[in-house]
């Protein structure tokens, strides 16, 4: 038959068909944004504080091509999926990806995250207080097909589209595959520990009706249920 040559555009044929894969919850890595206070109270009175944790975080979702289509023209699917990874802890995605572009797809965006409370410093004793963040990155992989068909240049045999040289549609199909990067953030609480303290323990301490306060901000790194710190532990 000759040499044949393919020119754009191509045409997609029907829905691209896209897979997605279940992530392994027990292997994503998270990170414990936390803040822990510490009142120690060396006077017969009971002190009232305000706890707050303020830490700026990245959020939302970024896409990247694992395997994509060889063309020039423009071709898309839309991947979505909606999983409930605890109680009312979600991680959802719906948007269209473009099939033929290697370059990352990026839907995240920075945010400031805020928690206060009122906490109690019992008289003569130590309290703690604990807060944290739980971030994580979730990676979903999905991979998919999608059947295109193109006109033919000109040539001696009158062939116009790629269909004719390739009857079967398996034969037009191809592939491509990705990872949708998913951040999303838990909050998780401890109540305040009281520990009692005696005169002498708290000799050396502020007196005058003052309390010491130590706040130790620390960042860990959590896979498998084992963590490590990985921030220096400060008072500041």
């Excluded at 909606?82 to 995240?108: C, M, P, R």
């Excluded at 040289?165 to 609480?189: T, Y």
């Excluded at 007196?207 to 959590?222: H, I, K, M």
């Amino acid at each position: 038959m000759g040499k044949l040559t393919a020119s754009d555009p191509v045409s997609v044929l029907g829905d691209p068909k896209v897979t997605i894969a279940f992530p392994n919850w027990a292997d994503i890595p998270s990170r414990i944004l936390g803040f822990k206070v510490t009142y120690v109270n060396c006077t017969p009175l009971e002190q009232s504080f305000t706890f707050e944790h303020t830490r700026q975080v990245r959020l939302g979702s970024k896409v990247t091509k694992t395997k994509t289509l060889q063309t020039n023209t423009s071709v898309n699917a839309k991947i979505g999926f909606d999983f409930i990874v605890k109680g009312d802890s979600t991680i959802s995605f719906s948007q269209t990806v473009g099939l033929n572009s290697a370059e990352e797809q990026n839907y995240e965006f920075t945010e400031t995250i805020r928690y206060s409370n009122p906490v109690k410093a019992e008289a003569m004793g130590v309290t703690e207080t604990n807060h944290w963040w739980v971030h994580r990155t979730v990676p979903v992989k999905f991979s998919g097909t999608v059947e295109l068909d193109t006109a033919i240049s000109s040539n001696a045999e009158g062939i116009r589209n790629l269909s004719a040289v390739f009857p079967s549609s398996a034969d037009r199909v191809f592939d491509f595959a990705g990872v949708v990067d998913n951040s999303d953030l838990v909050e998780a609480l401890t109540v305040p520990v009281y520990k009692k303290m005696t005169v002498a323990q708290c000799e050396g301490m502020k007196a005058n009706g003052q309390v010491l306060v130590q706040r130790e901000p620390y960042v860990q790194s959590c896979v498998g249920g084992k963590c490590t710190s990985v921030t220096p532990r400060t008072i500041q």
